[in-house]
T-cell receptor, first 116, second 110 residues
Framework: DTEVTQTPKHLVMGMTNKKSLKCEQH?????MYWYKQKAKKPPELMFV???????INESVPSRFSPECPNSSLLNLHLHALQPEDSALYLC???????????????FGPGTRLTVL | QQQVKQSPQSLIVQKGGISIINCAYE??????FPWYQQFPGKGPALLIA?????SEKKEGRFTISFNKSAKQFSLHIMDSQPGDSATYFC?????????FGTGTRLQVFP
């Protein structure tokens, strides 16, 4: 099973709202990722968690706050977003090899976020 | 050092034809060279990937050719089918980070 699930599928929020995106995998993967994808553009890496610790933060504004409660779950907390933050938010996971090399990232279907 | 250039931006192929997409990178530390396929409204899915110790890998109708000295790799889709119509991304990387190319929109017409 190579499934990464994301909820909700769609989210509409106002600029003053607080909401959260959720991601779950049961493949025993130890690395999890958040990406942002605008229409007709490639995914842009936002955060990487490796063994439940934040290992990469690509200078993302503080209105996006990631959380990794355990090795299967990844959340993205949203607060005071701007209309330009509207995008497809993708979660991915991988085995999280620590001894050199890269391994396959498996993506979820994404959450389509609209900020009004 | 992190730039990844993908070409062409869009590609129209007739059913049964060969689709070829190219990816050029600059970072010599990359050690993983995947191609991802993305359908509208879906997340990217790994199509095929190669490590730098081999020059070619074939899986069914899909082949990666890798040229380490030129810092380029390409995706060949043989016998292209309408169901292959999607956006394709190269995403070379290392450790936990992939750098996605700009994407190629492939349309296969019957």
């Amino acid at each position: 099973d190579t499934e990464v699930t994301q909820t909700p599928k769609h989210l509409v929020m106002g600029m003053t709202n607080k909401k959260s995106l959720k991601c779950e995998q049961h493949m025993g993967h130890r690395a999890m990722y958040w990406y942002k994808q605008k229409a007709k553009k490639p995914p842009e890496l936002m955060f990487v968690y490796s063994y439940e610790k934040l290992s990469i933060n690509e200078s993302v504004p503080s209105r996006f706050s990631p959380e990794c409660p355990n090795s299967s779950l990844l959340n993205l907390h949203l607060h005071a977003l701007q209309p330009e933050d509207s995008a497809l938010y993708l979660c991915a996971s991988s085995q999280g090899l620590q001894v050199g090399g890269s391994d396959t990232q498996y993506f979820g279907p994404g959450t389509r976020l609209t900020v009004l | 050092q992190q730039q990844v250039k993908q070409s062409p931006q869009s590609l129209i192929v007739q059913k049964g034809g060969i689709s070829i997409i190219n990816c050029a990178y600059e970072n010599t530390a990359f050690d993983y060279f995947p191609w991802y396929q993305q359908f509208p409204g879906k997340g990217p899915a790994l199509l095929i990937a190669i490590r730098p110790d081999v020059s070619e890998k074939k899986e069914g109708r899909f082949t990666i050719s890798f040229n380490k000295s030129a810092k380029q790799f390409s995706l060949h889709i043989m016998d292209s089918q309408p169901g292959d119509s999607a956006t394709y991304f190269c995403a070379p990387g290392n450790t936990d980070k992939l750098i996605f190319g700009t994407g190629t929109r492939l349309q296969v017409f019957p």
